[in-house]
């Protein structure tokens, strides 16, 4: 097995274990708390958000300054909970990214 094969299993594994413990987190806050708003339309716009934002990021000017701007003048995450939405949002968008660009660039794998 090559050190390329070794990183995307532990790409893999590390990917697995984030979503099972998300699933779990998103299950326990589903039922302590109602949502703010109709769930529909606030994953819709957070989708939308991610998408772009994480399109961005794959050009280079990066998902964190553009998500946070967009969250602040829409109003669309509390304050609070930025840092958070942040990290958990962009995660999977970023594991994806890996695998992509692991997958397709050619790199000597000293690099």
Excluded: C
């Excluded at 961005?56 to 300054?65: E, H, I, K, R």
């Amino acid at each position: 097995m090559n050190s390329k094969a070794i990183l995307l299993a532990l790409l893999a594994v590390v990917g697995a274990a984030f979503v099972v413990q998300w699933l779990r987190a998103a299950r326990l806050a589903a039922n302590r708390a109602p949502p703010r708003e109709p769930r529909a339309r606030r994953t819709g716009v957070l989708l939308l958000i991610g998408v772009v934002t994480d399109f961005l990021d794959t050009l280079g000017v990066g998902s964190f300054a553009t998500t946070t701007s967009v969250f602040k003048l829409g109003r669309v995450v509390e304050d609070e909970d930025i840092p958070g939405t942040l990290n958990v949002g962009h995660a999977l968008p970023t594991l994806a990214e890996a695998f992509i660009y692991i997958g397709l660039v050619k790199v000597d794998m000293t690099t």
